[in-house]
Structures are given as C-alpha cells and as structure tokens.
C-alpha cells in the first residue's frame, strides 16, 4: 500500500499553484471577456466578478443547483465549504472556477463555448496541419514502427494548451533529452499483443486532438475500437467537447488541408459512423475528484481495455492525486488502484509527478528551476 501525501493546495505553499489562482485564473477569465465583447453587459459584469473573486481571495460561492451537474458536486462542495480561493485544495479550486465560468456565461442555456474564438485560431493554425501530415506520413510503416512514432507524436501535441502561454513557447515537438520517461517500446509491445478497446481520456482540442486521431487512425487500422472520453462542458480553455471532435473531423475531410489529411479524416468518419471509434463526453471529467474516486460504473467499464490512455497534465494530476510524491515512487505503484493498462502521455505544466529515475529530479532543479511546471518536459510512462 502506497501512503499517500496530500494534495497541493492554492497557499503558499506551492507557488505554481498560488499563481494560478492569483493570477492565471482571472487572467483567462476576463480574456473570454475580451475575446466576446457581443456577451450582454450582465454575463461580461459578471465575468469582472469572477475574475475579482478568484484574484481578491473570496470565499468560493455555491453554484446554481437548477443546473445538470449539481449532484455531482455536491460531495466536492461541502468538503469545501467556507474555504476561499487561495486556501483550498488545488485541484478543486481551479476546476471549480472554470465551472463558476461555465455557469456565468450560460453555457447550459446557450451551448455558446466562451473558448470558441481561441479554439478557432489554433484550428486555424499552419503549425497544426503541418505537424498532422507529418504524422500521418507514418502510414506507410509496419505497425509497431508507425505506433511508436504516434505516440511521441501524441506526447509532444499536449504542450499546445491554449491556458498556458509557457507551455505554447516550446513548440509541437520534443527531444530526447526533453522526455524524463520513455515507456514506448513497453507499452507498444503491449499494444502489438491486445486486441481490445482502447480508451483515450482526453485533454486539448486543436494540436494535440489531431495527434490523438493520427494515433486513433492506427489503432482502428490494427482492430481496436477506440473511445474518447470527452470533457461534458467548455473548460480549461481549449479542453475538447464534442463539437470540437467534430469540428476536426469536418477540417481533415474538407480537403483544404491536402489529401494526407484527407483520407485519414474520411476513415475516421467512417469509424465514427459504424461505431468502431466513439465518443463519450462525460461529467466526472468535469469535476473536482480524483480517479481513484472515479464512479464503480467508470472503473468496471475500463477493467477489460487493452490500454487507457491519459492524455495532458490535469488528467495526470487526477491519476496521481494532485500530490507532491518523491518523483522516484514508482509510477505503477502510485496507479496501482486502477485496474487497467496506462499509459500517460504529459508535458510537465505543474509540480506534481512520480515514475523518475532515482536523482533525476535533484539534477533538474539545478539546470532549470522551472522544468516541473514550464511545459518543456515531458514522459511516456506505462503500467501494464
């Protein structure tokens, strides 16, 4: 049994997490203002509240219990009760802020995505297009070759997250001595070997969905029927919602980006319509809790996958419990609890992270004082 140790909280205690909430958080906020200046007065007053709110430190207020995840709140909420912004559990405080965001903005009345212009301007991206036909070249390889290479190619999309300007300055692309843990030719292995679903959790839209369908194309190409566990509601900025999953499909089949994207974007569509590639939006995606408190429905219909895969740093944060572990605790000991193949595919966007080898990380301190949290590192790490 691994003894746990707790989760980092908004203080200052940790300063990533300090900042995010200071600063971050009510930066994002008032650019969704910014970015949708044709919002009626109240909903961008409204934004200003929250922004100040989350900024100032004030106490974090219910939400509306007429809207459809309330229940699944509730637990989450008064475990927090009478806590503020910048004193509570971290991964709480920042999912629930984007939830306050979601809720100001009306989502669940207008189904208008607050992130849609920012979205929009990544899909529109040259480096995106660029970076999937060059994935896609990989078709031609034998299979294990042309995984291998996915899944770097899948590693590296996740430093494209539209929250975190730190992490968009290293670019779509990594080197070797950029990967702390390579667990490829593992969980490849593994792969080459199964013949079941294989279920991806998913983080971005734009960059790093295309590098998961560039990957998924494969997997469907081998016989696996692939599932995509969706964010339920706009949040994190550029996490994918359904529309966005189809708003890139649509881009790779509409031939303007040339036909190696094309092809691959029919075959997916093709997929996606006789049902061997799904998708599945879900609320525990959205919420404050960490995996091993996942629903027993979750974890039963994951116990018979050949492979979940956990894209991006906040899934990793909700596999590892958002704690500050000795980083060379094993990470197939820490995810022992879940009764399934992993493997987590992450760019380092905060401190939290397990599965180094012994020393590594006394070495990084002394090279780069913000390797943890900067997006430049990253890790493929497999627990069979």
Not at 284 to 290: D, E, I, L, T
Request: proline share 5%.
């Amino acid at each position: 049994m691994v003894n746990r140790p707790a989760m980092i909280r908004t203080d200052n205690s940790n300063a990533f997490a300090h900042d995010t909430m200071k600063r971050r958080i009510p930066t994002n906020i008032r650019e969704v203002a910014a970015l949708n200046p044709d919002y009626p007065a109240f909903i961008l007053e409204q934004l200003e509240r929250l922004a100040a709110a989350v900024e100032n430190d004030e106490p974090i207020e219910p939400f509306n219990p007429f809207l459809p995840d309330a229940d699944v709140w509730e637990k989450a909420l008064q475990a927090h009760a009478g806590h503020s912004w910048q004193q509570t559990d971290w991964f709480f405080a920042e999912i629930a802020a984007y939830r306050h965001l979601i809720d100001t903005v009306r989502w669940w009345e207008s189904g208008r995505d607050p992130f849609a212009p920012q979205k929009a301007a990544e899909m529109g991206s040259e480096a995106l297009w660029r970076l999937l036909a060059t994935a896609l070249e990989l078709h031609g390889q034998p299979m294990a070759e042309r995984l291998h290479g996915l899944v770097h190619f899948d590693l590296w999309g996740n430093r494209i997250d539209l929250s975190f300007a730190a992490s968009l300055a290293h670019g779509n692309t990594g080197t070797e001595a950029d990967l702390l843990v390579d667990d490829s030719t593992a969980v490849v292995e593994h792969l080459m070997r199964q013949t079941g679903d294989v279920h991806f959790i998913a983080d971005n839209t734009g960059t790093e969905l295309a590098m998961d369908l560039a990957l998924a194309d494969a997997l469907l190409e081998k016989g696996h029927r692939v599932i995509f566990h969706l964010k339920l509601h706009p949040t994190f900025v550029s996490d994918t919602i359904v529309p966005d999953m189809l708003t890139m499909l649509g881009a790779m089949q509409s031939g303007e980006h040339g036909e190696v994207t094309t092809e691959p974007g029919k075959r997916l569509q093709t997929a996606l319509d006789e049902g061997r590639l799904r998708l599945a939006p879900g609320a525990f995606w959205n919420s404050p809790y960490v995996m091993r408190e996942m629903p027993e429905r979750l974890m039963t219909a994951f116990k018979d996958a050949a492979l979940v895969i956990v894209k991006g740093d906040l899934n990793y944060r909700r596999l590892v419990d958002d704690a500050l572990w000795d980083t060379a605790e094993p990470f197939a000991d820490v995810c022992g609890y879940f009764q399934a193949p992993l493997l987590a595919l992450r760019t380092l966007k905060s401190d939290t992270l397990v599965g180094l080898a012994s020393g590594l990380a006394a070495q990084l301190d002394g090279e780069d004082a913000k390797w943890r949290v900067n997006g430049k590192r990253g890790v493929i790490q497999f627990k069979p």
